[in-house]
C-alpha cells in the first residue's frame, strides 16, 4: 500500500474513532430522553383519546387531529407531566394529602399491590434522605476484594448478633442504572466518596468516562499502609539457607 493511501487510512481511522467517542454521549441522552418520551406519551394517549371522543361530535376535524401520531405523543406528554404537577401541588395540600392518605390505605388493601407499592415508597424515601454515619455515594468491594463497585447506600442496619453496623447498598449497572444489585456491607468496609448522586450517575451511565482525576480506592487505614511500603521501598530477599550452609561446610 502506498504511503499515502496509509496516511488516509489512519485519518479515516483517527476520525472513526472521534466520532464514536463524541456520538456516544449523544447517543445515550437520547436513549435515555426516548425511553421517558416514550413512557410519558404511552401515559398521556388514553387521555388524548378520551378527549378525541369527547368532542368528535361537535369538532370531527379537530377530533381527528388530535389522533394525530405526532401529535397525539406530544399531547400525552404535556397531559402527563401536566398531571404530575397537579398531583404534586395536590401533595402539599390539606385536602390533597387526605386524598392520597385514602388512596394508599385502598393500595395497602391489595394483598400483591402493597407488597409492590410499599416498596417503592420506601426506596424513594430512603433515597431522598442521606443515610447516617456515611456517604450516600460509596465505594465497596465487589465482584471481589481486589475490584471496587459504586454502589448507593440506601440504609444503615445492624447484626442481631454482633450489633455491628452494616450498609445496604445498591450497585447499579451501566449504562442502565435502573437494573443493579443489592449488597448488604460493613460499614467499616465501606469506602466513602465526596461525589454527588448526579456525578455517580454520570460516571455509571457513560461507562466512567466522566470519571475524576482521582479517587479513593482503598480504606483510610489501608491507604496509610500502602503509602507507607510504597516509601520504604522494596526489601532484600533473605539469604538462602542451602548457600550459608555450604559456607560452613567449607569451614
Known amino acids: 500500500m502506498k504511503p499515502h493511501a496509509q496516511d488516509r487510512l489512519k485519518h479515516l481511522r483517527r476520525y472513526f474513532i472521534v466520532g464514536v467517542l463524541t456520538a456516544a454521549p449523544l447517543w445515550v441522552t437520547w436513549l435515555v430522553f426516548d425511553f421517558i418520551f416514550s413512557q410519558l406519551s404511552r401515559m398521556g394517549a388514553p387521555w388524548v383519546g378520551a378527549l378525541s371522543r ?5 369538532a370531527p376535524a379537530v377530533a381527528d387531529f388530535l389522533l394525530q401520531p405526532l401529535f397525539q405523543s406530544v399531547l400525552g406528554v404535556v397531559i402527563t407531566v401536566a398531571v404530575i ?8 395540600q390539606v385536602i390533597g394529602q387526605r386524598i392520597i392518605a385514602w388512596l394508599e390505605r385502598l393500595v395497602h388493601s391489595i394483598p400483591m399491590v402493597a407488597a409492590i407499592y410499599g416498596g417503592t415508597k420506601r426506596f424513594l424515601a430512603a433515597v431522598k434522605e442521606k443515610p447516617t454515619g456515611v456517604q450516600r455515594v460509596v465505594l ?44 448488604i456491607v460493613p460499614v467499616s468496609k465501606v469506602i466513602s466518596t465526596d461525589w454527588t448522586m448526579d456525578e455517580a450517575m454520570s460516571f455509571v451511565m457513560t461507562g466512567g468516562a466522566t470519571s475524576p482525576e482521582r479517587i479513593r480506592f482503598r480504606a483510610q ?15 532484600a530477599p533473605p539469604p538462602a539457607q542451602g548457600a550459608a550452609g555450604a559456607v560452613d561446610r567449607s569451614e
Open 85 to 92: 404537577l397537579l398531583l404534586g401541588w395536590m401533595a402539599t
Open 221 to 235: 487505614g489501608a491507604s496509610e499502609t500502602v503509602r507507607a511500603q510504597g516509601e520504604a521501598g522494596p526489601t
Open 140 to 183: 465497596i468491594e465487589f465482584p471481589s476484594p481486589d475490584m471496587k463497585a459504586v454502589g448507593f447506600v440506601t440504609r444503615v442496619i445492624r447484626d442481631e448478633a454482633t450489633g455491628e453496623e452494616l450498609a445496604a447498598v445498591y450497585v447499579p449497572t451501566s449504562p442502565n442504572p435502573t437494573s443493579g444489585y443489592i449488597e
Open 54 to 58: 369527547a368532542i368528535r361530535r361537535t
